[in-house]
C-alpha cells in the first residue's frame, strides 16, 4: 500500500533532492495535501462513498487515499508546486509541464 511518503519521495526525483537539503519532507507533504484536495474539486467521483466528508491532510505515514494509478499525478503536482516556490523565473516552462500533466491525468 502507497503512502503519502511515497508521493513525496517521487517528487523528490524531478526535484533533484534526494538527500532532502533543498526542500523539507513537511513542505511537499503540504502540496500533497493541497493537490489530493485539489484532485477532489477536480474529481468530485475520487471520493465516492465520502461525498460531504471534509479532507483531513494526511500525515507522511498515512495512505494515500486515491488510486495506485494517481500517486504519479500527486507527485507531478507537488513536483509543479516546488519548482514554482523554488524560482518562479528560472524553472517556469518546467513548471507549467509539470502542472499541465496533472491537470490532463486528473481529467481521465
Known amino acids: 500500500m502507497a503512502t503519502m511518503q511515497d508521493v ?8 533533484n533532492d534526494a538527500d532532502k537539503d533543498r526542500i523539507s ?3 511537499l507533504l503540504g502540496y500533497a495535501n ?5 484532485a477532489y474539486e477536480i474529481r468530485p467521483d475520487l471520493k465516492f462513498g465520502a461525498y460531504g ?3 483531513s491532510p494526511l500525515a507522511l505515514s498515512d495512505a494515500f ?3 495506485y494509478g494517481k500517486l504519479q499525478t500527486i507527485a507531478d503536482y507537488v513536483t509543479f508546486r516546488a519548482e514554482t516556490a523554488d ?3 528560472v524553472n517556469s516552462n518546467r513548471a507549467i509541464a509539470f502542472n499541465a500533466l496533472f ?3 486528473m481529467a481521465t
Open 8 to 15: 513525496v519521495d517521487r517528487a523528490r526525483i524531478p526535484l
Open 25 to 27: 519532507d513537511d513542505v
Open 34 to 38: 493541497s493537490g489530493i484536495a485539489r
Open 53 to 55: 466528508t471534509a479532507f
Open 65 to 67: 487515499p486515491l488510486s
Open 87 to 89: 524560482d518562479e523565473h
Open 103 to 105: 491537470e490532463k491525468a
